[in-house]
């Protein structure tokens, strides 16, 4: 399992009972996570300095508890990139800290690359990986549903002074994007696909992982360029493993000069020594 590190501003203190103890910056939080299903004792001096706890709805959704007065978002820094964290009403805060087991992997290739790389990030969420893509010297089109979530990652941009790199912020469905991108002649060299188990777009599209994201990669395999850098896919979906993913990867993109690696990504906890389990990712890399 490959862990997010370099961490300073995030923790994972602890986990037990269906629940994740986090630190984000100066703030702790108490969040669900259906991964842990095991029940360890709690250090009450650790678990009673949540700042807030974070309650799901039998009817769905859920909703806060704050202990103590929160800012609506603030600041934290990976690796010398900032962000906004920002507690949302369905638990996220903008902010899936495991992918920093990713982000440095995409610098590192774009950097090495030795050549300019087009980079197409899909479900780009809050940004993240499309900062670290343009940080590295690539150019980024980000792609994602939600208009939201979009101006989100402008924010961030801005907030690291990388709002003038070359990057086209997106909001659409991402398999029509990419079904307009390929009729429009563009190519890729890189592209980064963190899709959610389940999610809507823009004007009510359904997408459900395993149902689309055959159909997904195979029409954005029609956009990479003719020697593609890295093709990325993430996947948080209960019961489909990396290795399926990974097989996915292989087939569809066997004519290229390269390999596929999976495995599960993960975040270290602090008072255990475990690493939770945070989904898995599929990378196809160029062969060298």
Known sequence: MRTAEDWKDYELIDTSSGNRLERWGRYILVRPDPQVIWKTEKTDSLWSSADAVYHRSSAGGGSWEYIRRLPEEWTIEWNGLRMYVTPTNFKHTGVFPEQAANWSIYEELIRNSGRPITVLNLFG????????????????????????????????????????????????????????????????????????????????????????????????????????????????????????????????????????????????????????????????????
Request: a negative charge; aromatic letters at 10%.
């Open 125 to 288: 969420y809050t940004g993240i990986a499309s900062l670290a893509c343009l940080r590295a010297g690539a150019s980024v089109c980000h792609v994602d549903a939600s208009k939201g979530m979009v101006s989100q990652a402008k924010r961030n941009a801005q907030l690291n002074g990388l709002e003038d790199r070359p990057c086209r912020w997106i909001v659409d469905d991402c398999m029509k994007f990419v079904l307009r991108e390929k009729r429009r002649g563009r190519t890729y060299d890189a592209i980064i696909m963190d899709p959610p188990s389940y999610g809507r777009g823009p004007s009510g599209e359904v997408w459900r992982f395993e149902e689309d994201i055959y159909d997904l990669v195979k029409a954005c395999a029609e956009l990479l360029s003719d020697d593609p850098l890295f093709f990325t896919v993430n996947c948080y979906t209960t019961g489909v493993s990396q290795s399926s993913v990974g097989y996915l990867l292989s087939e569809i993109l066997k004519s290229y000069n390269g390999n596929v690696y999976s495995d599960e990504i993960g975040i270290p906890v602090t008072d255990s020594g475990l690493i939770l389990p945070c989904g898995n990712t599929s990378i196809f890399m160029k062969r060298v």
